[in-house]
C-alpha cells in the first residue's frame, strides 16, 4: 500500500515562529503537493513539486515556501506563522507516468496563537 | 473562472437509503475527474475516477458515479448507504491533466441509524 505520512498530527506554534511540516511518502512518486484545509473552502494547492528540487506555486502561496531535497521528502516552511494560517493541511503524492491519483497523508493540524 | 461546485453542504439520510451527491465543473474540455472520502480525523481516500470511456465508473465501498457531459456532472450514487459512510465527500476536477486539482467545497454526510 502506497503510505504519505506527516510529522505531525497536531501542532501548536506562536505568531512569527518558523514551522516547519514534513511530508514522505513511500512509493517513489514524483508529484508532491501541499494542501490546506479550511471548513467551506475545500482543499487549496499551497505549492506543488514534480522532481527533487522543481517546485511551482498553486493557488494560494503567500506566506508559504517549499523544499524537496530527497524524492521522498517534501516540506512545506511557514517563514513568520500568522493566526490566519491556522488550518489543516495535507500532503499528497502522485506518479506522473499515465495517469494517477493523489495519495493524500492523514493531514495536520496546525494552530498558531 | 473555472470551478467545482457541491451544491450541498450537507446531507442527511437514513440508514439503507440511497444517496446521491452532486458535482459540477465549468470547464470546456472533459476533465479528470475524482470523488474522494474523509472521514473524521483523516485523510482524504480515493474512491473512483474517470478519465474517459464508459461514463458509469465503479468504485470502492460500493459508489458509483455517473459522468454527464451535456450537464457538466459528475454525481457520487450508492444504493444502501451504511452508518460508516458518514463522512465528508470531495469531488475533485483535474482540468488538463497538469496532475493539479481543484476540489469542490465537499458535502458532510450524516447517517441516521
Known amino acids: 500500500d502506497v503510505k504519505v505520512t506527516q510529522s505531525s498530527r497536531y501542532l501548536v506554534k506562536r505568531t512569527g515562529e518558523k514551522v516547519f511540516l514534513e511530508c514522505v511518502q513511500d512509493m517513489d512518486h514524483e508529484n508532491m503537493f501541499w494542501y490546506r484545509q479550511d471548513p467551506g473552502l475545500g482543499l487549496r494547492l499551497i505549492y506543488f513539486s514534480y522532481d527533487v528540487k522543481m517546485k511551482e506555486k498553486g493557488d494560494i502561496p503567500e506566506g508559504y515556501s517549499v523544499s524537496r531535497e530527497k524524492k521522498e521528502r517534501f516540506s512545506l516552511i511557514l517563514e513568520s506563522a500568522s493566526t490566519n494560517q491556522t488550518s489543516m493541511y495535507l500532503c499528497?503524492?502522485?506518479?506522473?507516468?499515465?495517469?494517477?491519483?493523489?495519495?493524500f497523508g492523514p493531514g495536520t493540524r496546525l494552530t498558531v496563537l | 473562472a473555472q470551478s467545482v461546485t457541491q451544491p450541498d453542504i450537507h446531507i442527511t439520510v437514513s440508514e439503507g437509503a440511497s444517496l446521491e451527491l452532486r458535482c459540477n465543473y465549468s470547464y470546456g474540455a472533459t476533465p479528470y475527474l475524482f470523488w474522494y472520502v474523509q472521514s473524521p480525523g483523516q485523510g482524504l481516500q480515493l474512491l473512483l475516477k474517470y478519465f474517459s470511456g464508459d461514463t458509469l465508473v465503479q468504485g470502492i465501498k460500493g459508489f458509483e458515479a455517473e459522468f454527464k457531459r451535456s450537464q457538466s456532472s459528475f454525481n457520487l450514487r450508492k444504493p444502501s448507504v451504511h452508518w460508516s459512510d458518514a463522512a465528508e465527500y470531495f469531488c475533485?476536477?483535474?482540468?488538463?491533466?497538469?496532475?493539479?486539482?481543484?476540489f469542490g467545497t465537499g458535502t458532510r454526510l450524516k447517517v441516521l441509524a
Open positions: 499528497a503524492s502522485s506518479w506522473s507516468a499515465g495517469y494517477n491519483e493523489q495519495f
Open positions: 475533485a476536477v483535474d482540468p488538463s491533466g497538469t496532475y493539479k486539482y481543484i
